[in-house]
């Protein structure tokens, strides 16, 4: 079955740095699509940071200079390194396989909690 399993969410203080990892199962990796999204308390769900098959890097304006996303393909693993963390940063972070620009379904993990607080 398709898996994507988040982890290394955790609390943190204001200007610390945490990584998020996605580890994938199920799905031809490398031709995806990779993204993490995040859901803030009482908000609506939003996208942090792309990745493409290609290895093109697209982030949300607020997180540009302070997180960078990256894959690797042999471990079929996705990564969000968070550095300078604000506490607007604070939500549900979801990892999500995207299959639209190949024809294919998307999916999404259960995502983990990073908490910015001081």
């Known amino acids: 079955q398709v898996q994507l399993v ?13 990584r998020l990892s996605c580890a994938v199962s199920g799905i031809a990796f490398r031709i995806y699509t990779m993204g993490w999204y995040r859901q803030p308390p009482g908000r609506q769900r939003e996208l942090v940071a792309l990745v493409t098959a290609d290895g093109v890097r697209n982030y949300e304006d607020s997180v540009k200079g302070r997180f960078t996303i990256s894959r690797d393909n042999s471990r079929k693993e996705l990564y969000l390194q968070m550095n300078s ?14 299959g639209s620009r190949k024809g294919l ?5 259960q995502g983990t909690q990073v908490t910015v607080s001081s």
Request: charged share 20%.
């Open 6 to 18: 988040e982890s290394g969410g955790d609390l943190v203080q204001p200007g610390g740095s945490l």
């Open 85 to 98: 963390l604000k506490p607007e940063d604070t939500a549900v972070y979801y990892c999500k396989a995207d």
């Open 105 to 109: 379904s998307s999916y999404w993990g």
